[in-house]
């Protein structure tokens, strides 16, 4: 995709209305800061209000067709789309790189991970289907059709920039509805080559719109979106704090949302597991992408029979696991603020020193905490610390891994690393966990498997059919004939 030049020579990422980049006040442009070479890489454009009610009334008018457009016809689409995100990978891995300065591996598996989600929507969308209901009425029948539900907005994240709002936008479009994206400031030109391509694959005018805001403006034109009357959904992918705001704007003018938020992923290792692998996948799952994933092993509770010989190996794997930099030095010293309040009060670190290092980095950290106190007294026990660290408890049994894994806000994923199969089970079926995966990361994502937070990390389920199922509504129509009494 072609960045546009302003007359000071700036390269700006255009907002794009019913397929067509739009102009832009030289005013209102924005830059988009390399964490690690500390460079403006490029400019985004930043909408108001005006270019909001534009962007959903094209979405409103596109909806219009699109709704009746053959599955076939949608289908097609979203396999062209897949086609062209492995053509185009090597641009959306740039992209990638210079706007959240993660690594080369991580930019990779979005754009891969991404078109594997796209394909199973492609494959589900015709097992979407209406039915007709039995009823108590004599001589009536009842029809129960699936429609889609409106254009959707779509607030999608920086950190799985590719991953996570194509997930949103092809459900979305996918099922007959249309969208509006309200890229992230972070990675503004990511987010809108996707719509690129999904113009180059065919996709209609207006079916796919993408605007950009800055921080100042994000409140206002946040709610402009929420509030206008064509909007008849949202997806909202990021953290907590954030989420909170969006749910009470949409509750505000009765908007149904999807929320995947923030996470403080547990991983139990039991005292059969194998200690090795799970050391590793627990040190991966914390640092990756310098740790900021929701999905992150943000807390390790371990079994106090294997703790020693467990915590050796996890130390190891810790500190030669790499993780990369941070998106920006806010989100870095917002990591170093929790784990500075940790040392502060006293908590061991078993590695890191939890102080930021060149690149923007910070050094791979484990904390260990006490099990037997308050919740609260760190910050680190149920506060996202979105950096390469995690917290470590040593229980005593089952029972206390379980206490200590919900004693937590969040409810996104967690782990169990044992070889029986039975106990993994029983366990998973206590933990308040959307997903609870055995003998693996918290880092596990697949497009077939339903995928959703419970407590404070969200409500909807995405991926696969579930995932289509969240932008129909279900409307019935009776018939009634001569004997049914009315």
């Known amino acids: 995709m072609q960045l546009k030049q302003d007359a000071h020579g700036r390269e700006v990422v255009s907002t794009i209305i019913n397929n067509e980049e739009q102009p832009f006040d030289a005013d209102r442009v924005l830059p988009v800061k390399n964490s690690i070479s500390g460079e403006n890489v490029h400019y985004y454009a930043g909408a108001d209000t005006e270019v909001c009610g534009r962007a959903c009334d094209a979405a409103w008018n596109a909806f219009q067709t699109w709704k009746n457009a053959p599955i076939t016809e949608r289908r097609g689409l979203l396999l062209r789309v897949a086609d062209l995100y492995k053509k185009r990978v090597d641009e959306l891995v740039q992209a990638q790189m210079k706007e959240t300065a993660c690594t080369e591996d991580w930019a990779k598996f979005n754009v891969l991970a991404a078109t594997n989600y796209i394909n199973e929507f492609a494959a589900c969308v015709s097992s979407v289907k209406g039915t007709v209901a039995p009823t108590d009425k004599p001589d009536t029948m009842t029809f129960v ?9 779509v607030i999608p994240p920086w950190n799985a920039a590719v991953i996570l709002s194509t997930r949103a936008i092809s459900s979305a479009i996918v099922t007959g509805c249309t969208v509006v994206l309200k890229c992230s400031e972070l990675s503004p030109l990511t987010h809108t080559i996707l719509v690129d391509i999904f113009r180059e694959a065919g996709c209609p005018a207006g079916v796919l719109n993408s605007l950009s805001a800055s921080r100042q403006d994000a409140a206002a034109v946040t709610e402009s979106l929420i509030a206008n009357e064509h909007i008849r959904k949202i997806e909202f992918i990021g953290s907590g704090a954030v989420g909170k705001i969006i749910a009470g704007t949409a509750a505000k003018y009765l908007k149904p949302t999807i929320m995947e938020l923030g996470g403080k992923c547990p991983a139990i290792v039991l005292d059969d597991a194998d200690l090795p692998k799970a050391a590793r996948l627990c040190a991966q799952g914390a640092v990756k992408n310098h740790g900021q ?11 106090r029979s294997v703790a020693d010989e467990f915590l050796k190996l996890l130390v190891e794997e810790t500190k030669k696991a790499p993780s990369g930099s941070a998106v920006s030095e806010s989100i ?13 009060k006293g908590a061991k670190f078993l590695c890191g020193d ?7 980095s910070i050094s791979n950290t484990l904390v260990l ?19 390469p660290s995690a917290s470590v408890y040593i229980v005593d049994d089952d029972a206390e891994a379980i206490k200590i894994a919900n004693r937590s806000a969040y409810g996104l994923n967690a782990a169990i690393h044992t070889r029986n199969l039975e106990r993994s089970i029983k366990m998973g079926r206590q933990l308040e966990y959307g997903q609870v995966h055995t003998n693996s990361s918290t880092v596990y994502i697949s497009p077939t498997g339903p995928q959703g937070g419970v407590k404070g990390s969200g409500w909807g389920t995405q991926n696969a059919g579930w995932g ?19």
């Open 145 to 153: 059709f699936k429609e889609p539900i409106g254009p959707i907005l």
């Open 293 to 303: 994933i929701c999905f992150s092993t943000e807390r390790i509770i371990v079994l």
């Open 332 to 344: 870095a010293q917002n990591a170093i603020s929790i784990l500075k309040d940790a040392k502060d």
């Open 354 to 360: 939890g102080e930021l290092k060149e690149n923007c």
């Open 369 to 387: 905490v006490d099990p037997k106190k308050t919740p609260d007294h760190l910050r680190i026990v149920d506060e996202e610390t979105f950096g």
């Open 468 to 486: 289509l199922e969240q932008f129909y509504n279900t409307k019935q129509i009776s018939w009634h004939g001569e004997d049914s009494g009315n």
